[in-house]
């Protein structure tokens, strides 16, 4: 049994005296795709805040590939974070910088690679999102909502991360485009054997990506497993996010 | 299963084995280029990748660029690890250089102009937008955004005098100090009152206040419409029929026009009351007689060009911040760019404006003795 990916244990999170999430614990392995479900204010973003070691929960431990996040070890930390990448909600490109240089960004931060290098990488991962060579001389502002997306998510694999998280991977793109988006991070996901963890209202999206599912209720997460097993599980939550289409994804 | 990149030759044959990833890569990078250069320099090896954990397209750049851009003749390699390599082989071969131009002088200075007249051009156009605006409100009156207005009075005037009087009390004090050093000398000491007077009243005041507005004020409302434009809050004025320049960029130039010359009476009354103290203190001039002797010494026309200096600058700080504001584009870079060039700018036309009134009031408010 390899080391796993993500490791939240007996996590607390407390906003002035509101817990968000109490004892919380979730073990994700090397390959999984999981779905965060949870209603609005349930804390699935703050939990994604966390594994990122942007927020410190208030108590517990968040470990990825096995280095806890709390780690005082600058280098360590380092490392770990190279290893990981995180494609936000409203994207979060520099807007200052081109298509191409957002992409670069990360690789000229670790100051090792040459131009050529990092050129062809850049261009590697343009043709990875399905994007033209030509379209790394455009400036955030003047993207689609889709190509901002797809920019966004070639900066995020920039690194080769082993774990991609996804915050609304497919918010604000219309059903189609939407579609387009699951499926193309399904084959990245399949060809570089990532883990993915996303935060997702889409069922579309959930039922396209996901392998298995985490749902956040009453401040823990009450099922974690297989998409299928956990659709069938018996809490008001989970019947309601389902409801009618339990069938359909199934 | 070793997690570190490693290369070895055994008897001609190349092989590759553990995590060749870029992170892996990292800690080892220019050791492993050198090995890599080495093994593709003796040709027709055969190179073994079977041993490999992963190979990342970081890694896979990396050998197919030892390879000299093309496939090696022994390649023995899994299908996985293949179609990352094949990903690499099919980018296009040579990456468009970025254009770059060359810097030539009159080119640049060519552009500058041009720049400038741009400028220039659009700062014409909103005044001209400004008083179809104006000729807008005298026919229909209750369009004026009297709330709008009052807002920036307050922001722009009344917050701004605890900071104006701050600046003028120490220029005051500082300039009577050093007028006052050299007057004795002279045994001068009554025409203290002259010099604070007309320096202050007539130049330091407004000048100083037009520096310190353009730094507070001017930026701010660059800041303000910039932001406005990037997250399209103006558009968004727009689609519901609310001119922008009547709701957002009247009431500032308006506000700021009429707070400028108030605050101009403000700081400088306050600086001349800072020259007072310190003549005072350093000549022995009493406070009643320097108000007494004040009006005598100064003719009322200069606190009037005082004055009207202050409204005047404050309409051109307003008018350019307001330009500036409007030509942000939607990115952090912008922003910045035209905040800076909007203080600058006023900075420059304010100075530039207070020449032509030394200009052309040389004849009014100068007392003959």
Known sequence: MSVPVVELAGINTVFGREYVHRDLSLVIGEGQVVGLLGGSGSGKTTLLREMLGLLRPAAGSVRLFGVDLQEPDQVLQRNVRRRLGMLFQHGALFSALSVFDNIAFPLRELKCLDEDWISRLVHLKLAMVELDASHGKLMPAELSGGMFKRVALARALALEPELLLLDEPTAGLDPDRSQNFVDLIGALQRELGLTIVMVTHDLQTLAGLASHVAVLAEQRIIAFGPKDQVMTVDHPFVTGFFGADRRKLL | ?369
């Open chain 2, 1 to 369: 299963m070793s997690s570190i990149p490693s290369l070895q030759v055994e008897s001609g044959k190349v092989v590759l084995a553990g995590q060749w990833t870029l992170a892996a890569m990292l800690p080892r990078l220019t050791d492993l280029q050198l090995a890599l250069k080495d093994a593709a320099s003796v040709p027709n090896r055969i190179w073994d990748l079977t041993a490999l954990a992963r190979l990342d397209s970081a890694a896979a750049v990396l050998l197919w660029r030892s390879w000299g851009n093309c496939w090696p003749e022994g390649l023995v390699i899994s299908d996985l690890h293949r179609q990352v390599l094949e990903r690499v082989a099919d980018l296009p071969r040579e990456m468009p250089p970025p254009p770059m131009r060359p810097f030539r002088v009159p080119e640049f200075l060519g552009g500058l102009l041009l720049k400038a007249l741009s400028n220039l051009h659009g700062l014409i156009a909103l005044f001209g937008q400004l008083l179809l605006d104006m000729a807008h409100l005298l026919r229909s009156p209750k369009e004026m955004p009297w709330k709008e207005f009052t807002a920036n009075l307050y922001k722009s005037g009344a917050q701004a005098m605890p900071v104006t009087a701050l600046v003028g009390f120490l220029i005051g004090v500082t300039i009577s100090y050093l007028s006052a050093l050299q007057l004795k000398n002279f045994g001068a000491d009554l025409f203290i009152i002259n010099i604070l007077g007309i320096s202050i009243i007539r130049e330091l005041g407004p000048v100083l206040v037009a520096v310190l507005v353009a730094g507070r004020s001017g930026s701010a409302m660059t800041a303000q419409i910039g932001v406005m434009r990037v997250t399209e809050e103006i558009d968004a004025l727009s689609t519901m029929g609310i001119s922008r320049s009547l709701r957002v960029v009247l009431p500032k130039i308006l506000g700021l026009t009429a707070a400028m010359p108030l605050i101009v009476l403000w700081a400088s009354g306050v600086a001349l009351f800072g020259g007072m103290l310190a003549a005072m203190l350093q000549l022995d001039l009493s406070l009643i007689y320097f108000l007494d002797n004040l009006p005598r010494a100064v003719p009322v026309a200069n606190l009037l060009i005082g004055l009207g200096k202050g409204l005047v600058f404050g309409f051109v700080i307003a008018l350019i911040a307001c330009y500036f504001g409007l030509r942000v584009k939607p990115n952090t870079e912008s922003l910045s760019a035209n905040t800076t060039s909007a203080v600058v700018t006023a900075i420059t036309t304010v100075i530039l404006v207070d020449a032509l009134f030394a200009v052309f009031t040389r004849h009014v408010g100068v007392p003959q003795l």
